[in-house]
């Protein structure tokens, strides 16, 4: 890593030279947010991942996969969630009996689909938890970065909903990414 920044300073330094020459810090200090400065090129250490999935989720990309296996040693949540809202208007407008077999339907594929990904991230190396519970999509995984101090957040663009042209991330993922402090992969 010291090879790299030694390197990306000289090329800060060089991009400067001649125009800004001893108002470099003055530049730095102004353009920070458009420039990733040498003392910011440092790669958080993540020991402990969440990811939320669902049925608009989608398949996991090989390269998520690639990225991932970088993070050898953390542990990856693998969290699905079912609204608890929607069932709970299926009850009252279908009746107790209906929402019953929707609810058991949904936690029977968000076994199947936890499984198979938890399967894959294992193969990997990475120690994986599942979760499964009612409640709500956005809160309740904005509670658990919260709470529960996980490092990164990794999601899918249409965690939650489905994406358009006009809308390419959904409404669920744009709340919780306005609502954490954490860094976050958007897939």
């Known amino acids: 890593m010291g090879r790299s920044m030694d390197i990306f300073n000289k090329l800060i330094q060089r991009k400067f030279r001649g125009i800004a020459g001893e108002r470099y810090e003055e530049i730095a200090k102004r353009y920070r947010e458009f420039l990733l400065l040498p003392e910011e090129f440092v790669l958080p250490e993540v020991r402990s991942i969440l990811m ?4 608009f989720s989608g398949e996991i990309p ?5 990225t991932l296996s970088a993070y050898i040693e953390a542990k990856v949540t693998v969290v699905y969630i079912s609204e608890k809202k929607t069932l ?41 938890e599942r979760r499964h519970f009612l409640g709500s999509k956005s809160d309740d995984i904005i509670s658990l970065l919260k709470d529960e101090d996980f490092d990164l ?29 954490k860094p976050v992969i958007v897939w």
Do not use: C, W
């Open 52 to 55: 939320p999935i669902d049925r």
């Open 62 to 66: 090989e390269s998520l996969y690639e």
């Open 88 to 128: 709970k208007i299926i009850e009252e407008t279908l009746g107790r009996e209906e929402a019953e077999r929707l609810r058991n339907a949904k936690m029977e594929f968000a076994e199947k689909l936890s499984g198979e990904i938890a399967s894959r991230l294992e193969g990997l190396g990475l120690r994986v």
């Open 153 to 181: 957040l990794v999601v899918s663009r249409s965690y939650g909903s489905e994406v358009t042209k006009t809308s390419p991330i959904s409404p669920i993922v744009l709340r919780i990414v306005q609502h954490v402090e």
